[in-house]
C-alpha cells in the first residue's frame, strides 16, 4: 500500500502565488501531495471525478483554496468522507467573501477553515501533517522538533533585543 498524499484544489491559476507556500510546508515535512486547478462551479463533474479518484488512490487529507464564492471545499467535502480544509484567497472584498463561504458549511458536510491568504496556506499544510500525524510517530516528531526550533529562534531574537536595549 502507498503512503498516504495530500490532494490540494484550487478553483484558479491564480491562487497558485500563495498555494505555492503550502506546496513548501508539505515538501519540507516530506509528504507527498498532488495540486490540480479545478472548480466547484466551472468543472463541477471534473472536480468531483478528482475527488473520487485522489481517494481511492489514497489521498488521506485535501486542501482546496478559492476566493469569491469559494464553494470549492464545500464541494469537496460534499464528495469525500476525509479531511478537507478550506483555504479562503483573497480575490475580493480583501477575502472576507471567501471566508465566509468557507467557514458556512451546513451540518454534517464539515470543512477546516484557516486564514485568508499566504499564512492559510501554510496553515493548511500543518494542519494536514498534524492530520496525517495522528497515525505516524516520527511525523509528529518532526512537528515538535520544528515548534521547538521556532520557540528558540524566539527566544534568541528577543535576547538580542534586551542586548540592545541595554547599550
Known sequence: MSKPFVAIVMGSDSDLPVMEACFAVLRDFGIAFEARITSAHRTPEVTKS??????SRGCAV????AGMAAHLAGAVSATTVKPVIGVPMNSSLDG????????????????ASVAIG???????AYLAVQ???????????????ERAANAA???????ALQASLKA
Open 131 to 145: 492530520i496525517l500525524a495522528t497515525s505516524d510517530a516520527e511525523l509528529g516528531q518532526k512537528l515538535r522538533d
Open 50 to 55: 478528482y475527488i473520487k479518484d485522489a481517494e
Open 96 to 111: 472576507l467573501d471567501a471566508l465566509l463561504s468557507t467557514v458556512q458549511m451546513p451540518a454534517g458536510i464539515p470543512v
Open 153 to 159: 529562534a524566539i527566544a534568541e531574537k528577543d535576547a
Open 118 to 124: 499566504k499564512a492559510g496556506a501554510k496553515n493548511a
Open 62 to 65: 485535501f486542501i482546496a483554496a
